[in-house]
């Protein structure tokens, strides 16, 4: 197949530290590769990929200095479904934006959403629910009012993360530094399990963490290290005793969780969004109702055994299953297409995909 797969510009793929949609877009572009298709990514130009890269943006918006974010989306979309006539299909990864194109080209557009920002962007999603061709990244997180293509969990690759069996001795949190995740609460819980916590993240939340958060590090028992690259967060998911993820709101998916069983460490989280559909209570971690269930939790998380963690993201959530779901999608929606039109397949032709798009190179 000629897929086209439309990254975030909101940093690069695949990021640098933090970037969940950026890096489910890296990912499966990688997967698609591997597989023989004939992949684009439109994706920053500082990115990295296997694929053709097409860019109309140098670098994430989020990480260049005095980019405006609206011109940054409207050069990239732009640039991708200039391309459409050359793809089977394309694979969205930039939220509502993409889909305001979508009835200008005959390429069926394949959107994950990768949850919902706002309830005022759904009517977007509502108006082109007749043609699009949703994913959703949890059950939890399907929205009543659309129609979706399938569930698909997101899957990692789990080469890039190292079990190790043996509990550490610090409690970790991994996230946005932001009070829906929790990021005060898990200094609570390590205080009062008398363990010392690791907080890594990006702030994305600068009163919060100004007021709840650093005037509570130490750099002993609460220490903040910063956003991590993947090296980094391989090293400290590992070494801990459990990823604290206690959560306040519905969170569709939440990687660093899978990342954390992959190296065997367990979670410890609150029931809330998709965190039932990953987690397995009392096997790869603890769904928790307060803090005090937390702490209680602490307790006895060195009792899971650290392979089952393991072996549920062997099972559930790799790159490898993702992709595959993925594709499964993708062929049954562009088999239908053809079906309609009347069209016959036929086998992938070089391309030579330049301007536009200010930025355009082979992968590498």
């Not at 459409?84 to 390429?107: C, G, K, W």
């Not at 829906?180 to 994305?204: F, N, S």
């Not at 397949?345 to 930025?359: E, V």
Request: with cysteine.
């Amino acid at each position: 197949m000629r897929i086209g797969v439309i990254a975030s510009v909101a940093h690069r793929s695949p990021p640098y530290n933090y970037g969940p949609w950026e890096q489910i877009a890296s990912t499966l572009a990688e997967g698609f590769v591997a597989r023989g298709h004939d992949v684009t990514l439109f994706a920053t130009g500082d990115s990295e990929t296997s694929a053709q890269l097409v860019a109309a943006v140098p670098s994430g918006y989020e990480e260049t200095p005095g980019a405006d974010a609206k011109v940054f989306e409207a050069l990239h979309n732009s640039t991708a479904f200039a391309h459409a006539s050359e793809f089977d299909v394309f694979s969205n990864h930039f939220d509502f934006m993409p889909l305001t194109y979508s009835r200008l080209v005959s390429t069926p557009v394949v959107t994950t959403v990768h949850g919902f920002s706002s309830p005022e962007i759904v009517p977007v999603y509502r108006q082109f629910g007749d043609i699009a061709h949703y994913i959703a990244i949890s059950d939890a997180d399907r929205h009543p009012d659309l129609r979706y293509a399938d569930t698909i969990h997101h899957g990692i690759d789990v080469t890039r993360f190292t079990f190790r069996p043996e509990p550490g001795e610090y409690l970790l949190f991994l996230g946005r530094i932001h009070p829906d995740k929790g990021t005060h609460l898990a200094i609570e819980v390590a205080r009062r399990a008398g363990l010392p916590l690791i907080i890594a993240g990006v702030i994305q939340d600068s009163e919060y963490f100004r007021t709840m958060v650093e005037p509570q590090t130490t750099g002993t028992d609460v220490d903040y290290v910063g956003a991590v690259d993947p090296a980094q967060r391989d090293i400290l998911l590992g070494g801990a005793r459990a990823l604290l993820h206690l959560i306040g709101f519905a969170e569709p998916f939440g990687l660093s969780v899978i990342e954390s069983m992959a190296t065997g460490t367990p979670v410890i989280a609150t029931p809330l969004g998709s965190m039932p559909e990953i987690l397995r209570h009392g096997v790869t971690g603890y769904l928790v109702p307060d803090v005090e269930a937390a702490v209680e939790a602490v307790a006895k998380v060195g009792r899971l055994d650290r392979s089952a963690c393991r072996a549920d993201v062997d099972e559930h959530f790799t790159a490898d299953r993702m992709t595959d779901a993925y594709l499964t999608v993708f062929e049954r929606i562009a088999n239908s297409q053809a079906r309609s039109t009347g069209a016959t397949t036929t086998a992938p032709q070089p391309r030579s995909i330049g301007s536009p798009g200010l930025f355009s190179h082979a992968g590498m």
